[in-house]
């Protein structure tokens, strides 16, 4: 009888994880309460290995999403997913990550993410029209978000590089040299120090602040010997500079 039922228990189990393993990817997005800044589009494939055509935040549209769940991480009570998204080819970010669920925090680690310029600085407040160009890089080699009385930031590690610096502004065409931030953690908040040392005399930390999710920024231009000269016509659109030469930047 033992037997038996020891035999009944595996192919019901087996049976189980079967259905599991199969089930639709579209089935759960369909049942999942999402945000509503957030949609998903065309969701295939399974719960471990799913496609999703589109994803929409904030109507900022991400294509072609790839998901791959590591079965064994479930054993952990953390299940760990591996995500790509976007294409060359394709307008939108691309990029790749490794988030890891718990019960009071998400993990991401190996992430990298990669959007124009010009997408970036058309959700910025500038003072005067401006077209950015170039690409934004990000490289976060982990994160940590909790999510337990409230989103918080705990712990990053990355740095954020714009690369082939330049923007088209009052009709002219002009390079700004590397520009990068480092990303940390600040009070629950997501903090970008831009990196000292540029071309511009930029100094600027701008941060995301936890949950609102709204972006601030403080700094100011101190113009030195490389600075663009294509850019001191634009300085009086920022205001006096103080005692020290420092034009204040602010969002």
């Not at 549209?61 to 299940?79: A, G, H």
């Not at 930031?153 to 065409?173: D, F, M, P, Y």
Request: aromatic residues 8%.
């Amino acid at each position: 009888m033992k037997k038996w039922f020891a035999i009944i228990a595996i192919f019901f189990s087996s049976y189980l994880i079967f259905l599991i393993a199969t089930a639709p990817l579209a089935l759960v997005t369909n049942a999942v309460t999402l945000p509503k800044n957030v949609e998903i589009h065309g969701a295939s494939g399974s719960i471990w290995q799913g496609d999703i055509a589109r994803v929409v935040v904030n109507n900022n549209i991400i294509e072609r999403v790839k998901t791959d769940v590591s079965f064994w991480s479930l054993f952990s009570l953390s299940p760990t997913v591996q995500l790509t998204f976007g294409d060359s080819m394709l307008a939108g970010p691309e990029g790749k990550l490794t988030m890891e669920l718990s019960s009071s925090e998400l993990s991401l680690s190996e992430v990298e993410l990669y959007l124009s310029a010009s997408d970036v600085a058309k959700q910025l407040p500038l003072p005067i029209p401006v077209v950015a160009q170039g690409n934004i890089e990000l490289q976060l080699s982990s994160v940590q978000i909790s999510y337990g009385e409230k989103l918080s930031c705990t712990a990053a590690q990355g740095e954020l590089i714009w690369l082939r610096a330049g923007v088209v502004a009052l009709e002219q065409s002009i390079k700004l040299g590397k520009l990068s931030a480092n990303l940390s953690c600040d009070k629950g908040n997501i903090l970008a120090k831009v990196a000292p040392n540029n071309n511009l005399g930029l100094s600027f930390d701008g941060m995301l602040a936890l949950p609102s999710q709204r972006a601030s920024g403080n700094g100011y231009l101190k113009p030195g010997a490389k600075f663009p000269a294509e850019l001191k016509n634009a300085l009086s659109f920022l205001g006096r500079p103080d005692n020290q030469g420092r034009y204040p930047l602010r969002f």
